[in-house]
């Protein structure tokens, strides 16, 4: 199909939107809406990951679909069992997209008509952080450089939460990987099963945690997590034990 012809709201393709959340009450409600205004057959789908807060409320008072995990999982280990139940269902694609976007979560919509387009077979959202929230960018730069390793591919973007992808490629692929680790090993796993993955700007405005303390901790244990994907992946396998998740 011709890009330009390519318009998720003008096709019958079904989309799962997969919000993986976890205390998101701030931020859940305004990322519901703006993937409403995404046109097409699209369903969205919170996976409460056993929040503590009002986000499973909000969710549910928006009439949206709510996995409620009734013990925190990770963000790994909550998106493995809500797209494990959601492949039975017949999709066509699906949708990640963080529950802290808030209205930004709308230029997804580049994502589903990139991926109906045949462009990819799995394509990335590039996200841009707000100035002043971002950090020293050693983690991505770590994770680029491990997916270069893996895979012999250059990813920009290998981190990022903002994917949508062919039922196909889950079908196939069933990735484990711990919490934030999640979307590396995703893509180190798509890209060795010879799947076309593709990056594309969104434009997407995200707000991170900065150069502060809680900023810092995130991203350590975020590189931690990154390593324990990368770890049976440089041996040539993925643990597949689900209780560590």
Request: charged share 25%.
């Amino acid at each position: 199909m011709n890009q330009a012809m390519a318009r998720i709201g003008d096709s019958p393709f079904t989309v799962a939107a997969v919000v993986p959340a976890h205390n998101e009450s701030q931020s859940i409600g305004a990322t519901i809406d703006a993937l409403r205004r995404i046109p097409g057959n699209l369903e969205i789908v919170v996976v409460d990951d056993g929040s503590s807060d009002e986000t499973q409320a909000i969710a549910q008072a928006r009439g949206v679909r709510v996995l409620r995990l009734a013990r925190r999982r990770g963000k790994g280990g909550a998106l493995r069992l809500a797209l494990k139940c959601l492949s039975l269902e017949g999709y066509d694609a699906f949708l990640l997209v963080d529950a802290d976007l808030g209205a930004e979560a709308q230029k997804a919509e580049r994502l589903l008509n990139s991926l109906l387009a045949d462009e990819g077979d799995m394509v990335i959202g590039g996200v841009k952080v707000q100035e002043g929230t971002g950090g020293f960018g050693l983690v991505a730069a770590i994770a680029r450089r491990i997916t270069k390793f893996l895979t012999g591919t250059d990813v920009t973007w290998p981190l990022s939460g903002q994917r949508a992808f062919k039922s196909s490629v889950w079908s196939r692929l069933d990735t484990v990987a711990l919490g934030f680790g999640f979307e590396i090993a995703l893509t180190i796993d798509a890209i060795r099963a010879g799947f076309k993955v593709r990056e594309i700007q969104t434009d997407m405005m995200h707000s991170g945690d900065g150069k502060s303390l809680r900023g810092l901790i995130h991203r350590g244990i975020q590189l931690l997590h990154i390593c324990y994907a990368a770890l049976p992946r440089l041996f040539g396998r993925a643990k597949r034990r689900e209780s560590e998740f």
